[in-house]
Nanobody
Framework: QVHLVESGGGLVQAGGSLRLSCAAS????????MGWHRQAPGKQRELVAV???????NYADSVKGRFTISRDNAKNTVSLQMNSLKPEDTAVYYC?????????????WGQGTQVTVSS
């Protein structure tokens, strides 16, 4: 089994910064894609950023230049540095990890962490 623990959400004023972290633990052989999604009230969950094992990254257009995703393969962690936050960034942020283990391949999700940006 795999367990994801997220941290770092909270309340911040517009223009401020937050850093989200997600740690994966359990029966893990390797981790391919690691990413962050978000879901605002009344909206569908959307991809925010993703990073491959080789550190190739991709971002939603709405966060390019403001958010930075990074990973530590030795610690099985992924982080999201969010700068210049806007009220429209308010959402529950979910860590998403594609894991290879003794069970095969698993697409695992974190429990979600609330990010609220006030104007």
């Amino acid at each position: 089994q795999v367990h994801l623990v997220e941290s770092g959400g909270g309340l911040v004023q517009a223009g401020g910064s937050l850093r989200l972290s997600c740690a994966a633990s359990g029966s893990i052989f390797s981790i391919n894609l690691m990413g962050w999604h978000r879901q605002a009230p009344g909206k569908q969950r959307e991809l925010v950023a993703v990073i491959t094992k080789d550190d190739n990254t991709n971002y939603a257009d709405s966060v390019k230049g403001r958010f930075t995703i990074s990973r530590d393969n030795a610690k099985n962690t992924v982080s999201l540095q969010m700068n210049s936050l806007k009220p429209e960034d308010t959402a529950v942020y979910y860590c998403n990890v594609l894991i290879i283990g003794p069970f095969g391949v698993a697409n695992s999700w974190g429990q979600g962490t609330q990010v609220t940006v006030s104007s």
